[in-house]
């Protein structure tokens, strides 16, 4: 009854996002993305259990409605939320919901200005279940979807701007700093990558340095530095059994089919370029392959997998992208690259009691303890 109700629940929702994209996409209408927004924050503020930290978010709501104080440490943008959703007397469903709004909006407000590429950034952040990892690390994907509209100021020479939206990213989660060197570097010289030949060697030494597990090992050795700066807690190997589209896991199936999507955007990825002229493809693309070789060379590492979410995070959008330049100009491979994330969806739902992804609503409380198990 619950997996049918998690098949329902997810594949209603992608199909209402999708109308509501495409739309947008047609009309230009802003309001359309709007109902899809107010809809997802909806679906997944009801959630219980959806997320591998769930829980921990969840005791940290609570704790502060009950006693006014944190329960733990965070930072203060995450802080200052937590005390304005429970100024209000909200429920935690409303306080995930509030979350999930944030993300989304922002994710879709960065590429206002491409609204043709809704319906295909809907289709690579749904299928490619990116929002799984929206539903994990809350506070960190609240600063990536912020870095996902900074990188318009970038491009549009605003520096101030961005490094406003770097400093109150950092203020939801540390590991944002990082955001403070995209701005010289990217604004520097626009596209940074070199041809898909180089990209795919650079790709191949990146899985032969994850067999090898010397990154590993390297960042082993800097455990003195990290324990410092308060991410010693990451420094060990670390595999999960999410499924490769929540940015993290073991070597399987999902595995291989993930890596087979980043090997056909780094092939497309000039096309794309060119027929596009999209200066922010090119901008995030660098962020991307960037993002591609850190996360095969440091697999095992959960230290770097957090820093290298800021890259591989833009993994959905590039893939938006070439969506929408294979929709237009090569119909077949478009079938391959959707079939892929279909796959990656389907693997997701398959492996959804392992992965959290198994969705009960928050007032089914009867069914509590099969996520407490």
Request: net charge positive; aromatic share 22%.
């Amino acid at each position: 009854m619950l997996v049918l109700q998690t098949v329902i629940v997810y594949t209603l929702l992608f199909c209402l996002m999708l109308y509501f994209s495409i739309l947008t996409a047609k009309t230009k209408k802003i309001k359309y993305i709007c109902y899809s927004c107010l809809i997802y924050a909806v679906v997944f503020g009801l959630r219980y259990g959806v997320g591998a930290d769930f829980f921990g978010y969840l005791k940290a709501y609570e704790y502060y409605k009950l006693y006014g104080i944190f329960w733990r440490q965070m930072e203060v943008g995450f802080q200052y939320l937590i005390q304005y959703v429970a100024s209000l007397h909200l429920s935690y469903s409303s306080f995930f919901g509030i979350i999930a709004f944030i993300q989304i909006t922002l994710l879709y407000y960065a590429l206002k200005d491409n609204k043709q590429i809704y319906p295909f950034l809907t289709v690579s952040f749904f299928l490619g279940c990116t929002w799984l990892m929206f539903c994990n690390g809350l506070r960190q994907a609240i600063s990536l979807c912020i870095l996902y509209v900074a990188v318009n100021y970038i491009i549009q020479s605003k520096v101030w701007k961005f490094y406003i939206l770097a400093f109150i990213a950092c203020l939801f989660h540390t590991s944002a700093v990082i955001l403070f060197l995209f701005y010289p570097i990217l604004h520097w010289k626009s596209d940074w990558t070199p041809k898909v030949r180089i990209q795919l060697i650079c790709l191949c030494i990146a899985l032969v340095i994850m067999y090898s597990n010397y990154a590993q090992n390297f960042v082993e050795q800097m455990n003195g530095i990290v324990q410092y700066v308060g991410y010693g807690h990451y420094v060990k190997n670390w595999s999960s059994d999410i499924y490769d589209s929540a940015k993290v896991g073991s070597i399987g199936v999902g595995f291989y089919i993930t890596l087979f999507i980043n090997i056909i955007l780094i092939c497309c990825s000039e096309k794309v370029k060119k027929w596009s002229k999209d200066k922010y493809f090119t901008s995030i693309y660098n962020l991307f392959f960037v993002g591609c070789l850190l996360k095969y060379a440091f697999l095992n590492s959960l230290l770097v997998m957090r820093l290298s979410d800021y890259f591989i995070g833009f993994d959905f959008i590039v893939g938006a992208y070439t969506l929408y330049y294979l929709y237009q100009m090569r119909r077949n491979f478009f079938m391959v690259l959707l079939g892929l994330y279909c796959l990656t969806f389907c693997g997701v739902l398959y492996m959804m009691k392992e992965n959290t992804s198994l969705y009960i609503f928050s007032f089914q409380e009867e069914l509590f303890d099969i996520k407490k198990k």
